[in-house]
């Protein structure tokens, strides 16, 4: 189902009007409808404010999927078993240079990092 069919639906299940929505948005009645029709594509602003007023938050939507990524990229299974088999391998001054490293790591990557994983790195250099 294409993007202005899934819009189209919304609209008629919510019992909403294009003339109350382009009036809210500031987006043409014409240029909506055009777009519902699937005559033609709509300016991408405009379809924000179109989803904003249709209570779709766009920018959380990719904020998450953003958000998702970074957790699969810092979590992933081949490389933690890598990992792991390196550091059992390993004198603990080593693990400690290790576990400090994956901290600064974590540190760069800020937001994308749990915070509670990081604490988990300094308890395990602690206890080194």
Do not use: W
């Amino acid at each position: 189902m294409e993007l202005y069919d899934q819009l189209k639906m919304l609209i008629s299940l919510e019992k909403r009007k294009v003339t109350d929505i382009s009036r809210n948005t500031d987006v043409s009645y014409s240029s909506i409808n055009s777009f519902l029709s699937g005559n033609s594509d709509i300016v991408s602003s405009a379809l924000v404010r179109v989803l904003d007023e249709l209570d779709i938050d766009l920018k959380g939507i990719i904020d998450k999927r953003i958000d998702q990524k970074r957790n699969n990229e810092c979590h992933d299974e081949e490389l933690g078993r890598m990992m792991a088999t390196i550091y059992e391998g390993v004198s603990p001054v080593k693990k400690k240079i290790i576990l400090k490293l994956f901290l600064e790591y974590a540190d760069v990557l800020g937001e994308g990092v749990k915070f509670r994983n990081k604490e988990y790195l300094k308890q395990n250099i602690t206890s080194l």
